[in-house]
């Protein structure tokens, strides 16, 4: 299993950005996709937790973000997008996707993509 994010970027302070994440590997009858989520990680900081979703469409975020961030998934692309606005400052950060995969013998695995870099300029 592979994840792939893309989205990052420069914005403005109140601006938006949409990230994207896309996993491989991902088969029918093999494994399945059983949440996606969103972390974010600044220098010299610990990863944390931004926003969820489970395949039947169940969503958490962490507090500074609600109501400016939204989570989804294309559960048949198996890719899963993360709508942010009115970002700030504060969101400024290196943003990592992540799956969680259950399989056939239903044991689970999380898989971790590469970081996509959000900065919010003043």
């Known amino acids: 299993v592979q994840l792939q994010a893309s989205g990052g970027g420069l914005v403005q302070n109140g601006g938006s950005l949409r990230l994207s994440c896309a996993a491989s590997?991902?088969?029918?009858?093999?494994?399945?996709?059983?949440?996606m989520g969103w972390y974010r990680q600044g220098s010299g900081k610990e990863r944390e937790f931004v926003a969820s979703i489970t395949s039947g469409g169940a969503t958490a975020y962490t507090n500074s973000v609600k109501g400016r961030f939204t989570i989804s998934m294309d559960n048949a692309k198996n890719t899963a997008h993360l709508q942010m606005n009115d970002l700030q400052s504060g969101d400024t950060d290196v943003y990592y996707c992540s799956i969680g995969v259950r399989s056939a013998d239903s044991s689970w695995s999380s898989y971790w993509g590469q970081g996509t870099l959000v900065t919010v300029s003043s």
């Open positions: 590997g991902i088969s029918s009858g093999i494994n399945r996709i059983d949440t």
